[in-house]
């Protein structure tokens, strides 16, 4: 598998502080799933500065055009000269295989919640099965720094707090009656959050379901990736299986099995 590109901007719009750039690669277009991230930076060679690539989940990859999406929070420092690319530039780009979210054959409605740097991958998600189930997503963040859904196919229900992460827990459990929570109609959930946001997570389907199967919950691990591909171990969780890398045993986890202290 390739996993390096040099990859040309194609389009770059600005979503109120989001920039989107979609961008020509025709290869991982092909294989990209939701959850994969690339690892990117805009370098007029030969600078090294910045020295590491900055870590992306695909907004998107439609293999009939060969193109991908970026959607880009730039407070980042490194993801500011990304950001900053215009149309024309090209990207440095690294793909590693990734383990991505995966869907039941049997599910037909999938809840998505998210909050943070991961939660691109769910508008990925949504994206690439909404013709196909019913698909409703709840996300929250900054005010000017979520995902504009008109990004989404209009069949995708979207709720949305501007109250920050932990706004999304205030969207999920907005329902009044335990039988229409979202968590319990839901035949699958696929999240995208930060660590910090695992045990609210983990509290709302312990709360709000009998039983909670494997595979039910799987969730897109943000954090910094400093290799990307597995050699520096830096980017470590622990789970049911031990210390396993978000970068190359993820991002995509089961939810059961991740462990936080606390
Ligand atoms: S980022 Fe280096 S091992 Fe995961």
């Given at each position: 598998m390739q996993i390096y590109y040099t990859t040309p901007i194609r389009e770059r719009h600005q979503f109120n502080n989001l920039i989107w750039l979609r961008l020509e690669a025709p290869a991982l277009a092909r294989i990209a799933r939701p959850g994969q991230f690339v690892l990117a930076r805009s370098t007029?060679?030969?600078?090294?500065?910045?020295?590491l690539r900055q870590p992306f989940f695909l907004a998107g990859a439609d293999p009939s055009t060969g193109m991908i999406e970026l959607l880009i929070d730039p407070r980042e420092t490194a993801a500011t000269l990304v950001a900053e690319a215009s149309v024309g530039a090209t990207l440095d780009l690294c793909a590693p295989p990734v383990n991505p979210f995966t869907l039941a054959p049997t599910t037909q409605t999938l809840l998505l919640a998210g909050a943070g740097p991961s939660l691109p991958a769910l508008l990925f998600l949504a994206r690439y099965v909404a013709a196909r189930m019913s698909v409703a997503l709840f996300m929250a963040g900054d005010p000017g720094y979520l995902p504009p859904?008109?990004?989404?196919?209009?069949?995708v229900e979207v709720q949305v707090s501007?109250?920050?992460?932990?706004?999304l827990f205030t969207l999920l459990n907005a329902t009044t009656t335990l039988a229409t929570h979202p968590a319990r109609w839901a035949d699958q959930l696929a999240l995208a959050l930060p660590l910090a946001l695992i045990a609210p997570a983990a509290a709302v389907i312990r709360s709000t379901r009998l039983r909670w199967e494997r595979g039910f919950a799987q969730v897109a691990l943000a954090g910094?990736?400093?290799?990307?591909?597995?050699?520096?171990?830096?980017?470590q969780i622990e789970t049911r299986q031990g210390w396993q890398r978000r970068c190359s045993e993820g991002p995509?986890?089961?939810?059961?099995?991740v462990r936080v202290a606390g």
């Open positions: 007029p060679a030969p600078s090294l500065d910045p020295l859904p008109f990004l989404l196919p209009p069949t501007a109250e920050g992460s932990a706004g910094p990736l400093p290799c990307g591909l597995g050699i520096c171990r830096a980017c995509v986890f089961d939810l059961r099995d």
